[in-house]
């Protein structure tokens, strides 16, 4: 009965020992998340946009998960009262913004 228990006590404290190196070895080596720098995560929008809200939103929970994303809501011919909708968006969200849509490609030549 003693070796049973002596191995059951060995199991476990290599199974303790396996868990503290390799939770050891993943914070040091995966530190954070990856940076991407310069990622764009754009949602082009016009007319009315009655999806714009439900996007941003969607995008939102995908820039948690990118660091350093930035949302770019590309103004492809709003209305008025959806133009004004995509600022208070941008406004409220981190780093995001509204621009024109031909300025993402402005300076391209293709």
């Known amino acids: 009965m003693t070796a049973f228990q002596d191995g059951v006590l060995a199991f476990f404290s290599a199974v303790g020992m396996t868990?503290?190196?390799?939770l050891a070895a993943s914070?040091?080596?995966?530190a954070g998340r990856p940076l991407i720098p310069g990622l764009l995560l754009v949602l082009p929008v016009q007319g009315d946009a009655a999806a714009m809200e439900h996007d941003v939103r969607e995008l939102r929970r995908f820039q948690h998960q990118l660091p350093g994303a930035k949302?770019?809501?590309?103004?492809?011919?709003?209305?008025?009262?959806a133009r004004a909708l995509a600022r208070y968006l941008a406004e409220r969200t981190e780093h995001a913004e509204v621009v024109p849509?031909?300025?993402?490609?402005?300076?391209?030549?293709g």
């Open 27 to 30: 914070a040091l080596l995966h």
């Open 101 to 109: 849509g031909g300025a993402l490609f402005a300076g391209r030549e």
């Open 19 to 22: 868990t503290v190196v390799w």
């Open 71 to 81: 949302i770019v809501l590309a103004d492809c011919g709003l209305s008025e009262e």
